[in-house]
């Protein structure tokens, strides 16, 4: 199979670089990681690029031209057709990158770049929990929130690229105050790890905790399951908007299952909580709530079988 | 044109019927409207149907044989695929009523059924103010609230055919109770004509309005215009939730277009609220907020282009 050529999966972290190299199958065969921090020039995360992918063809024992395709899944707002990012977060501050022309100069084979979130849910859709179903949304909740919406087993991408900016939705429960650019949206400071934890911050107290002030929001969902009273609170709190917000898209969408992925997402807590509140609304169709199969790995599978697509195959 | 056959759109309400036939281009011909007070048992509304199709083609100068194909709007859930009725409103109280198969026995030509609010959102895609567009969301603003969301310029209608029951929906401002079937919806009962009249009579008194106790939505929101403190509240209260609703569908969807229509939604005065709302929120995309420009025809538009996509022409 491996004659057939293979594909270079890139998941573009703000301060990590995962690569995979696969087969026609989506069969991985090598991977590394490499550091970004303190990177942020587009064109060095490129040459990174470069050099890992001809690392990974040798370590793979294979020639240059084995490769057919590369799929990269970027941390921001990605214009799928031209290929350009178009903005992503602080952390790399990009701001209408072409990405895909670098790529495909720096590799000499067709590249796709794709939002991150959304390839996350393309992994889903092919190879995890999403195989069987041809509407789902993938709730990637990790520092922060986002959503990769998958309707008749493809990506719903929006008319600017942006659709599933889930991390600002209004809810009970939420701030309706306007938030200002770079702090976390409004279910966001809810549900997602940053948010969690400067909440945590803020309402800390030795009496009615032993969780330390500076937990992570992991360490928080954790203690909530112990019985910890101030932890199980964040918890509930977390798990009410988000329920809400599974709700609404339910609602919104009809679509019969939801897939929480991400550090934050893939907690059991979250989800038992989440389960939880929902049955307890009287819905026409109660949606399933799962955890992700792909873990850490969704992104990097999702680029893989983006770049499948795009590659030529014999 | 004519030569080349009609087809038979029809408008299932509550509480009446409205039939009309078109040509091949979706150009009306001929049209009529009947009561259906009292009228529950699907045999007798086909065969009302079955009866009016007749009038229509000698009206219009046309034989048997002209008749292509038939749409129909029904008010409840609908299973397109199967062409049955799922679901209605209590008003009609229909449980898997196969429409489509009565309708194609008595009218002898193939039929489509689907939901009415659906029905609008395609007439506003194919002939109104979603013309332009690829992804935009139609709000049936009347008695209830629904939604038909048009992806791809197609209708995007859920695994269980219940997109779009966005009278559910659960913003800041709206109740978290749970509520009792038959009840209006958490958004519903503060934006549909019902619930904004129900919510006006509980709140009433002479000493804060003008507006008659046992008003309208529509009188009331008209009074808000005029400068009535309590029917302004009633107005603003409507708008927030709805403007809250909006603003979480186009995050999730990243659609440029919503339409308002019902004799609700059709008010000026809400869209105008809203628009002003939604101004105030720092969004990356704004979506354009316009009334529907079909109005009371779009359901049965969207019947005859239902019907022409099905009807085997030439």
Redesign the interface.
């Known amino acids: 199979m491996i004659d057939g050529g293979v594909v270079l999966a890139v998941d573009l972290g703000a301060t990590n670089l995962r690569l995979a190299l696969a087969d026609h199958s989506g069969r991985i065969l090598v991977r590394r990681r490499a550091s970004t921090v303190g990177v942020r020039d587009p064109e060095v995360v490129v040459r990174m690029i470069q050099e890992a992918a001809r690392e990974l063809l040798e370590e793979a024992g294979l020639d240059r031209g084995s490769l057919r395709a590369a799929g990269v899944g970027s941390p921001g ?1 990605t214009d799928v057709d031209r290929g350009v990012v178009i903005a992503t977060s602080y952390l790399l501050g990009w701001r209408d990158v072409p990405l895909r022309e670098y790529l495909e100069t720096a590799l000499g084979v067709p590249a796709v770049v794709d939002n991150d979130v959304n390839l996350a849910a393309l992994g889903e859709a092919r190879a995890g929990a999403g195989r069987t ?3 789902f949304v993938f709730l990637a909740i990790g520092t922060g929130v986002g ?1 990769g ?1 998958v ?1 008749n087993r493809r990506l ?11 991390g ?7 701030s ?1 105050s ?4 770079g702090e976390p949206g409004a279910l966001e400071a809810l549900v997602g790890g940053e948010g969690i934890s400067q909440r945590w911050r803020q309402r800390w107290s030795t009496a009615q905790t032993r969780v330390p002030q500076c937990a992570t929001a992991t360490e928080i969902l954790d203690a909530a399951r112990t019985g910890d009273t101030a932890a199980f609170e964040t918890l509930h709190a977390a798990a009410r908007v988000l329920s ?1 917000a599974i ?3 339910a ?6 299952l939801f897939v929480l992925g991400g550090s934050v997402g893939l907690h059991p807590a979250l989800r038992e909580s989440v389960v939880e509140l929902l049955a ?6 109660q949606p399933r709530i799962e955890r992700s199969r792909l873990g850490d790995d969704a992104q990097i599978t999702g680029a893989i079988y983006l770049a499948l697509d795009r590659a030529e195959w014999g």
Not at 168 to 174: A, E, F, I
Not at 251 to 256: D, E, K, R, V, Y
Not at 280 to 285: A, F, P
């Open positions: 707002v179903v041809d509407d959503a919406v309707l719903h991408r929006g008319s600017a690229w942006t659709a599933g900016e889930i600002y939705l209004l809810v009970p429960g939420t309706e306007s938030v200002a650019r809400y709700y609404d898209m609602l919104i969408l009809n679509c019969p307890k609304r009287d819905t026409r169709v």
